[in-house]
Structure formats: structure tokens, C-alpha cells
């Protein structure tokens, strides 16, 4: 029940991009057709529920104060924390390499629709912003910063597709000369996220 | 005789290409320029109004909506990433020539990390209830678009000096855009300005009420967009056909 409350609060009430504004680069340059929105959106999917939880082990296990100990207990006073920004970074690069090339190798059609995807996603504020909220929220365990991961995915991927079929829709009306293409996006992302917004409080 | 002349004037023409080459690496072009030439301003004003990352190259959007609920985070930010920027884009145009081009990337981030690590642990240290504000956006800087753009499309070609106003200027515009932004959306959604009360009494006991709803997340997006469309209006040739 826990878990299921965490999936829908990480999709719906603290959506990445609604809430936070994360992954919002990406969200305004690959809206442009719902095609393109699809693919961003599945690679992160499946980079974040990746990253998150790897993420969660590095920092249980190497970088929080005391985290050491289970190499040899005079690392008790051991705090890694400083380190954190250029571990996650790291590890988000390499699995996004690593990722590419899985994908790649084994599901040839998935990486031609994804291809020039993936490596964008590397540096992509959503996955990072990810990593950070998961180290803030201090997850009981690998289950839960999973199911964090997964949830956020889906949060960006439902963002991404609404406003892309809003924008397809959005060539046929009249906006106003100055408003047109980025303007006009930013407003409807302000009214989705205040849509968004009637999700919260709820409660499982 | 003719040997030792031969050779003192080959000596000096490697002095010469030595210092030519130094300059070529200093500053990207074979020609001195002085140090605030009009094409070196231009990297300054350029992204201030005309190509500004945030309104016109839409990059680095992600942190910037966040943190402009008030004024002094929004400062503190910019001043975060004028150092990040400007360093950042230094170092790389210094290792640009010895940076093998297919892992340029983690280079990029590798520098960028450690640049905002030196801000996160001053910030720390010395603004502490700014930090705990701005929370992961202090972190979120390494994966700001502007700064892997600005990397990859400048310093990876240019001249240090010229990097470093670049680094400066883009650094700027997008400051520009979040005090603006955190402007508005402090006076309207709380009344204040960097914490000081600014409406007065006067105007509350007419029966004005502070929006509330400026406070919201929704809202920067709107403001944003009207940032967007006022500046468009004044400078048409930023329209764009669909």
C-alpha cells in the first residue's frame, strides 16, 4: 500500500516537470511531435527506474557519514557526502552508455527509435533531480527508491505526451504573433501544471 | 657565416610563431584584439536580449522556473552560475586542443561537477539558510542545458579570454530572466522585495490582497511566458513562423 501510494504521488502530485520544472529543456525541444515525445519519454522511463535505485545503493553504501562500515568498522567516521554530485553524475553518464549500448546490441529497432535519445538524456535535469529527491527523502530501502524511479518516469513521459498533442493541435489556431512556438508553450505548461495540481492531497 | 645567419633568423621566426601561437591559443584568432573590442562586447550584450538562453535558445529552463518564488535565491543562483559558467567554460576551452572529442562529454560534466561542488560547500559554509533554499538546484546546476550548450558550442572552439566573456554573458541573460521573473513574483505573490515589505498599508486597507497564486509553481511558468511575449513584441525578428 506504501508503495502504491509513493507510485501515484511521484507520478501525479510531485510531477517532475509540473511540480519541479525538471527535465523541462528537453520537454520544450522534443514536444514538437507526439513521435519524438514518445521516445524521449521511454528512455526516461527506463533511465530513471535504472538510476534511482543504483544511485540509492552508492549512497548507502559509500557515501553517506558511516556508510563505510561494512568494510571495516574504523570507517565509522568516514562522510563522503561532498562527493555526491560528481558520483551521480558519473554513474548516470555510464549507465546511460551502458544502456545505449544494450539496447543497442539487443533490441536493434528500440535503439533506432530511441537513438538519438538516449544520449541527450544524460544530461537531462529530470534524471539528476531524481537521484537528489531520492537522497533527500531518505527511502527505507532499494524497493521504495525503485518504485520512486519508475513513478517519476512516468510522471515525465505523461508530460511530455500531453503537450506534445497540444502543441500538434495548437498549429491550426491563432495565436498571437509574438506569443507563437516557445511563448504560448510555456503558458500551456502553466495551465497543465495547474491542472496537475487538483491531484494533490490525496491519499491512498 | 651564412649558416649562423640562416639560423638566428630561424630562431626568430619560431619566436615569432611561438608567440603567435600563444596568442592563437589565448584568444582563438591570430590577430591581437583589444581586450573589450566590439566583437568581444557583443559576446557580453548578445545573450542579454537577442540570444538569450533562456527566451530564445530555450536552454536551462529547469532551474530557473524553481527558485524565483523570492528575489534572493534567484540572485544568489545567477551569482552561482555566472562562477560556474565562466570557470567552467575557461577550463574546458584550455583543454580544448587535448580533449579526445569522443568522451568530451564526461570531461564536460567532470569539470562542471567539481565547479559546483566549490559553490555548493561555500554556500554552505558561509550563506547556509540560501543553501537549505535552494535545496537540489545548487546540484541541478551541472545538468543545466546552458552550460553543457555554452560548452560544447563555444569553449570547445574558442579562445580562453573569449570563453570566459562568453561564460559571463550567457551566465548574465539567464540571470537576468530569473530577477525578473522573481521580481514580479515576489511584489505580486507576497508583497515583499528581497524579504522588505514594499506595498504599503495604505493599499491593503483599500482592499488589495496579495495573490497567492503567484506562489504556486503554475505561475512562473505564466510568467515566463509573458517575459517572453513582451520581449518578442518589442524585438520582431525573434518570431518564430509556427
Given at each position: 500500500m506504501e508503495l502504491i501510494n509513493l507510485f501515484t504521488k511521484s507520478i501525479f502530485i510531485e510531477n517532475m516537470v509540473f511540480a519541479y520544472f525538471l527535465g523541462m529543456c528537453s520537454y520544450l525541444a522534443v514536444s514538437k511531435t507526439v513521435k519524438t515525445a514518445v521516445g524521449l519519454g521511454?528512455?526516461?522511463?527506463?533511465?530513471?527506474?535504472?538510476?534511482?535505485?543504483?544511485?540509492?545503493?552508492?549512497?548507502?553504501?559509500?557515501?553517506?557519514?558511516?556508510?563505510?562500515?561494512?568494510?571495516?568498522?574504523?570507517?565509522?567516521?568516514?562522510?563522503?557526502?561532498?562527493?555526491?554530485?560528481?558520483m551521480f553524475i558519473a554513474v548516470i553518464a555510464s549507465m546511460v552508455q551502458l544502456v545505449e549500448m544494450t539496447v543497442e546490441k539487443f533490441a536493434p529497432a528500440l535503439y533506432g527509435a530511441l537513438g538519438i535519445f538516449l544520449p541527450l538524456i544524460a544530461v537531462n535535469c529530470a534524471i539528476l533531480g531524481g537521484s537528489l529527491f531520492m537522497q533527500q527523502k531518505d527511502f527505507i530501502g532499494i524497493h521504495e527508491a525503485g518504485v520512486y524511479g519508475l513513478g517519476s518516469g512516468i510522471g515525465f513521459f505523461l508530460a511530455i505526451l500531453g503537450i506534445a498533442a497540444i502543441r500538434e493541435k495548437i498549429a491550426y489556431s491563432n495565436v498571437p504573433a509574438p506569443l507563437k512556438g516557445l511563448g504560448i508553450t510555456f503558458i500551456i505548461t502553466g495551465l497543465m501544471a495547474i491542472g496537475f495540481m487538483s491531484f494533490m492531497g490525496i491519499d491512498l | 657565416m651564412m649558416k649562423t645567419e640562416n639560423n638566428i633568423e630561424t630562431e626568430k621566426t619560431s619566436e615569432v610563431s611561438k608567440k603567435k601561437e600563444m596568442i592563437m591559443f589565448l584568444s582563438g584568432s591570430e590577430e591581437k584584439e583589444h581586450f573589450l573590442s566590439k566583437a568581444n562586447r557583443k559576446l557580453l550584450t548578445d545573450?542579454?536580449?537577442?540570444?538569450?538562453?533562456?527566451?530564445?535558445?530555450?536552454?536551462?529552463?529547469?532551474?530557473?522556473?524553481?527558485?524565483?518564488?523570492?528575489?534572493?535565491?534567484?540572485?544568489?543562483?545567477?551569482?552561482?552560475?555566472?562562477?560556474?559558467?565562466?570557470?567552467?567554460?575557461?577550463?574546458?576551452?584550455?583543454?580544448?586542443?587535448?580533449?579526445?572529442?569522443?568522451?568530451?562529454?564526461?570531461?564536460?560534466?567532470?569539470?562542471?561537477a567539481t565547479m559546483v561542488i566549490l559553490v555548493d560547500q561555500i554556500l554552505k559554509a558561509f550563506a547556509y539558510d540560501v543553501s537549505k533554499q535552494l535545496s537540489i538546484f545548487i546540484g541541478l546546476i551541472i545538468t543545466n542545458c546552458i552550460i553543457m550548450g555554452r560548452l560544447e558550442a563555444f569553449a570547445l572552439g574558442n579562445g580562453i579570454y573569449k570563453s570566459f566573456l562568453d561564460g559571463v554573458g550567457n551566465a548574465a541573460g539567464y540571470g537576468l530572466i530569473l530577477i525578473i521573473v522573481a521580481f514580479f513574483r515576489e511584489l505580486f505573490g507576497s508583497g515583499t522585495l528581497l524579504g522588505y515589505?514594499?506595498?504599503?498599508?495604505?493599499?491593503?486597507?483599500?482592499?488589495?490582497?496579495?495573490?497567492?497564486f503567484f506562489l504556486l509553481s503554475p505561475m512562473a511558468l505564466v510568467v515566463v511566458g509573458v517575459v517572453i511575449w513582451v520581449q518578442r513584441s518589442r524585438n520582431r525578428k525573434l518570431i518564430e513562423e509556427n
Open positions: 521511454a528512455a526516461v522511463i527506463f533511465v530513471l527506474a535504472v538510476t534511482v535505485p543504483v544511485n540509492y545503493l552508492i549512497d548507502n553504501y559509500f557515501l553517506q557519514q558511516g556508510a563505510l562500515t561494512w568494510l571495516s568498522p574504523q570507517f565509522a567516521e568516514v562522510d563522503l557526502s561532498f562527493l555526491t554530485f560528481i | 545573450p542579454l536580449d537577442d540570444n538569450n538562453p533562456i527566451t530564445v535558445q530555450v536552454l536551462g529552463i529547469c532551474s530557473a522556473l524553481a527558485i524565483t518564488v523570492q528575489l534572493k535565491p534567484a540572485i544568489v543562483m545567477s551569482l552561482a552560475v555566472v562562477f560556474v559558467m565562466a570557470f567552467s567554460n575557461m577550463i574546458i576551452s584550455i583543454l580544448r586542443n587535448s580533449i579526445p572529442s569522443r568522451i568530451r562529454i564526461i570531461v564536460q560534466l567532470v569539470v562542471v515589505e514594499v506595498i504599503p498599508e495604505a493599499v491593503y486597507a483599500a482592499g488589495y490582497e496579495d495573490n497567492g
